[in-house]
């Protein structure tokens, strides 16, 4: 670390690489104080803010011996105290104020025209954030999340629940740069992180960071490992998931066998049944929903507490579904409700929440009792019940003006929440002894979701084509989320939303397979209409183009199962941009529709409808086409990408070449 002072202000450098540059024409950091409101309508925010004032922090003075003290101020009168020092091979910035009217802070690090930034959560449209401002709150994803769009229009007037490009269940304050460093802080108030300028990026935090943390490394491989050293890794995952795949089934328990019945008769490798209505349903205008009360519900699955015995022996896993709320007419929620479990309103009630066409209740995980007890229904009623898995939904539906038993702010908790709910459910399992054999899926995530979420899945894609919020959109997902050391990702084979014209079609349902066979698990839903939904028993074609990718995705466990632990011991995603070990390709760093399956597979999905070739990008070495053994050595090529031949590149010399031959002759 060196400070270096010039004419009418400093340059801070770490590892040789410019972090500050200050002038008093060009600040690098201001404090304002300004006031937020928050319209929350079923997990979609409206956020408008008056800035009251923005300061620029012109004059300085400095104390510069081993570490750097900054005393950042104007007109005599000190705003802000920044300390500068080295810890655990990483740059660490702490902020203190004498000022508590203070709660807005804008920072700017020194960036170059032609700097790329990844990151920032779950990003859906776009992988490079050059160019774009990001903000970082937790929400629904919105429908569309491209204002430009039929449906995300239709959504907005209709229901308040169109997206934008940066709406995201899983935003978080952690960012790579191409210059070969990551930014992170652990503040969890709403932020707005612009990567417009040439020269600078500039963050802006509503409420004043406690630290901010740099770290700068020789290659993102290290970067990546440095990242998840700081924040946490993933477990690995349980050996029955690369058993085949996880089929999504609704309807009952009867529905449940005679399905699985038909698809293994057709040779399906079938690992496990997801049926989330294992609880119970509800029909609701926006489809099908479920009870929100967490325990088997005997009428809809009579006799499952024995079938799942019988399922397990065949090696066929049940997995459920819960979320962090409880609805209203549930013997659950009365329980909490008694107990003071729910988390309150302005007014001391239970705060209760529009779900949509019901409500629920918020379990106040910052009470040491509630968490116990929710912890404790988890263990009884899924794990001890039978179940080897759930999707641990929600957690993005936090008021803002909500009491909590804590104390602590609502508006600044509302971004951590989903990571208390992923810890709540790791220890559910780790305190039964069932980590690497039982887990759970989520869609909403913040800082610390990394060692506590043990897979992630990209949320409620819509049934369509759309680059924004379609299968395309599920890749850079992947992706962003990877750059901040989340490497378990999956997505909803088939994708999810079903509203106004949107109906999934057999061929998006196989494109989604193919898709789905190259990524660490496979898993089909219904989607929230499944009448109106092409399914992967609508007929024979579609049953047997899924048995035979699930065997792809069977037959490549050993490499997966080995890119998995790579995730769990280095934190190395097991879906990686390109650029990540083809750092002196430039084009690698603008692929946002390929990306590498660990070290020696490229895979290029095929994300436009009605199409049989496609053109992939291959960096500089020796790669052989999956399917036919043709053989190429990098640049633009294109292909045949027929349904159930997706665009996948392996390396010639990679240790897996015998198991990728072998693969492609399914």
């Known amino acids: 670390m060196k400070l270096i002072e010039h004419s009418n202000g400093f340059t801070l450098n770490y590892k040789n690489e410019v972090v500050i540059e200050h002038t008093e024409e060009n600040p690098f950091i201001f404090v304002g104080k300004g006031h937020a409101t928050y319209d929350m309508y079923r997990g979609n925010f409206k956020i408008e803010e008056n800035i009251f004032e923005r300061i620029p922090l012109i004059n300085y003075k400095l104390e510069n011996d081993d570490n750097v003290k900054l005393t950042m101020y104007t007109e005599g009168y000190k705003m802000l105290q920044l300390d500068f020092y080295e810890e655990a091979g990483r740059l660490i910035c702490k902020l203190n104020t004498n000022d508590e009217a203070i709660n807005r802070v804008w ?11 990844y990151g920032l959560g779950e990003q859906f449209s776009y992988f490079n954030l050059r160019g774009k401002n990001f903000p970082l709150w937790v929400s629904e994803q919105g429908v569309g999340r491209n204002k430009q769009t039929y449906e995300t229009f ?108 038909k698809a293994k008769e057709l040779g399906m490798p079938v690992a496990g ?31 499952l507490d024995t079938e799942i015995k019988k399922l397990s022996a065949e090696g066929i896993k049940f997995l459920g579904y819960a979320n962090p709320y409880l609805a209203i007419e549930g013997n659950l929620f009365k329980e909490a409700s008694g107990k003071g479990y729910i988390v309150k309103n302005h007014i001391g009630e239970d705060y209760l929440i529009d779900m949509g066409c019901f409500y629920a209740g918020v379990v106040d995980l910052t009470n040491p009792k509630a968490f116990e007890w929710y912890k404790n229904v988890i263990k009884v009623n899924l794990i001890d019940f039978g179940l080897a898995g759930w999707m641990a939904d929600f957690g993005e539906y936090l008021p803002t003006d909500a009491v909590l038993y804590s104390g602590e702010s609502a508006e600044l908790l509302h971004n951590k929440w989903p990571a208390l709910w992923a810890r709540l459910n790791y220890e559910a399992v780790e305190e039964r002894g069932k980590l690497g054999e039982v887990f759970f899926f989520m869609r909403a995530g913040f800082t610390g979701s990394q060692k506590y979420s043990t897979m992630m899945w990209a949320g409620d894609q819509n049934v369509n084509w759309s680059l924004d919020d379609g299968l395309a959109s599920v890749i850079p997902a992947a992706l962003s989320l990877g750059m ?64 035979r990718m699930g065997k792809v995705f069977n037959k490549l466990s050993p490499y997966t199962k080995a890119l998995v632990k790579e995730n769990s011991d280095k934190g190395i995603p097991v879906m990686r941009p390109v650029f990540l070990h083809y750092e002196e390709d430039e084009t690698c760093y603008n692929l946002q529709y390929e990306y590498l399956y660990g070290r020696d597979i490229l895979a290029a999905p095929v994300y436009k409808e009605g199409v049989e070739k496609w053109n992939v990008y291959l960096p500089k070495d020796n790669w052989v086409h999956i399917w036919t053994g043709e053989e190429f050595t990098g640049g633009e090529i294109e292909v045949e990408a027929k349904e159930g031949y997706p665009p996948i590149f392996y390396r010639k010399q990679s240790e897996y070449s015998k198991l990728f031959s072998e693969v492609g002759k399914i």
């Open 273 to 303: 049944i997801w049926a989330q209505d294992w609880e119970g349903k509800r029909i609701t205008p926006f489809g099908k929903r479920l009870m929100w009360n967490w325990q088997w519900n005997e009428e809809m699955y009579p006799g």
């Open 484 to 547: 901040c050391g989340v490497g378990l990702h999956h997505s909803d084979i088939g994708g999810y939303t079903t509203l106004y014209h949107m109906k999934r079609t057999k061929e998006l349902m196989k494109r989604w397979i193919d898709f789905s066979a190259f990524t660490p698990m496979m898993r089909t839903h219904e989607g929230n209409r499944p009448d109106d939904n092409w399914q992967f028993d609508s007929d024979v074609d579609t049953l047997m183009h899924l048995a």
């Open 154 to 261: 239709l959504a907005d007037v209709e229901d308040k629940a169109g997206g934008d490009y940066y709406s995201t269940f899983f935003p978080e304050p952690t960012f790579v740069s191409s210059r070969k460093y990551f930014f992170h802080t652990d503040e969890s108030s709403y932020m707005n992180f612009n990567f417009k300028e040439n020269n600078y990026h500039e963050l802006e935090f509503w409420h004043v960071p406690d630290k901010f943390i740099i770290s700068r490394k020789d290659s993102f491989l290290e970067l990546l490992e440095d990242i998840t050293a700081l924040l946490g890794r993933q477990a690995e995952l349980p050996e029955w998931i690369y058993d085949g795949v996880i089929l999504g089934i609704q309807g009952g328990t009867e529905t449940c066998l005679d399905k699985v019945k």
């Open 107 to 117: 920072i700017r690090l020194y960036a170059e025209k032609e700097e790329k930034v």
